[in-house]
């Protein structure tokens, strides 16, 4: 029988010693990877813009009498965001995202007005929640998505550094914003798609107040030089009313050339009568490598039994000419607005001498920085 010397011993512990670095090496060596490949499919995106508004026509400031109480106040759009006089700020937009090759999430986070206006709906601390969910790739052809996610309906997004034009329109402003459900994406060929959602009331974005519930739907066709998208949302909105919301939407826009770009924008939405349709169509150049101009043409009918801006059978021309300089991560966007309402029991506007006026005209210039 062999016998443990001492230097058989110092060898057995030598040896061990060694395998149990090697271990841990390994060990290390194989979360690093982990590690790496887990950063390697997460992502941070978002944005911060910034702008200046003023009227050539109306009020910017506040006005008041005697007594020291206002009586008018500056003049805006009646569509969402942008509407603050002076120098003003727009939102800061931070993205998380996940994309794994089954399984992923999205986190989308905003602070500041424009945010603020988006997430209306949302108490504290949920508003700054703009999107949040879960996906999963079942199969190549289809996709589940649960959560909140941002409206699939119109031309226009929330975000301002998805948008050419920095003000938004009316049909944008009055269709919904968000969503909270659940979605099921197609994929029917390599130009078809389709889409199928049943979802809370629009915009009750943390949970569902009233047992109600909407469903929607998309059909897309997509080819390399654009995309046509045909939406529908149908669903009981209000707690003390039985009346269902119905909106269809057509979004459409093709590359006519390297340089020319078309988009359009058509919709109708209706709640027992009351409602609005609307067309748009938005033109672009680009004239060269960092600037193109654009605009947007846009005609607002609210119906005959009511709507939700200016009053029933009231009419909105919206013309907007925006110009899109990039610096790099950086976009300065001059934008020069006209509004027009007709159809009204008075002027929807005051001028700068506290007169009633049919139309607005205004310039904003608005600093966008995306990552």
Sequence with gaps: MKKFT??????????????????GLQAQETETTEVESFMSKFSISGSVDSYFRTNFNGLNKYEYNDAGEPIAGPQAPASSFANDPGFAIGMANVILGYEGEKVGFVADLVFGPRGEDAVFASAA??????????????????TLT?????????YEVISPAANFNYSTSYMFSYGP???????????????????????NPTDWTEFNPYGKYSFGGQLGYSTGEGSAFLNLIYGE??????????????TTGWDFSDAFYL?????????????????????Q??????????????????LEDGGPVYGADA?????????????????????????KVSNTTSPVFLNSDLEGTDNLSSFVLAAIYAF
């Design 177 to 199: 914003f968000s969503h909270t459900g659940i979605r099921a994406d197609f994929t029917i060929d390599d130009n078809w798609s389709a889409m199928l959602a049943v979802m």
């Design 263 to 283: 988009g359009l924008n058509t919709t109708y939405n209706t709640t027992d009568g009351e409602g609005f349709y609307g067309a748009a169509v938005y033109p």
């Design 315 to 339: 009419e909105a021309l919206d013309f907007t000419l925006t110009g899109s300089y990039t610096l790099g991560s950086l976009t300065l966007k001059p934008e020069l607005r006209l509004d």
């Design 6 to 23: 001492i230097t058989n011993i110092q060898k057995i512990f030598l040896l061990g010693v060694f395998f149990g670095l090697g271990s």
């Design 237 to 250: 909105q209000m707690p003390l009313s039985d009346e269902a919301t119905f909106q269809i939407d057509l």
């Design 285 to 302: 150049i680009q004239t060269s490598e960092n600037f193109a101009i654009g605009l947007r043409a846009e005609y607002f009918k609210e």
């Design 125 to 142: 601390p949920s508003n700054i929640v703009n999107q949040l969910y879960v996906y999963w790739n079942v199969s190549d052809a289809v």
């Design 146 to 154: 649960m959560g909140n996610f941002n409206t699939f309906l119109g």
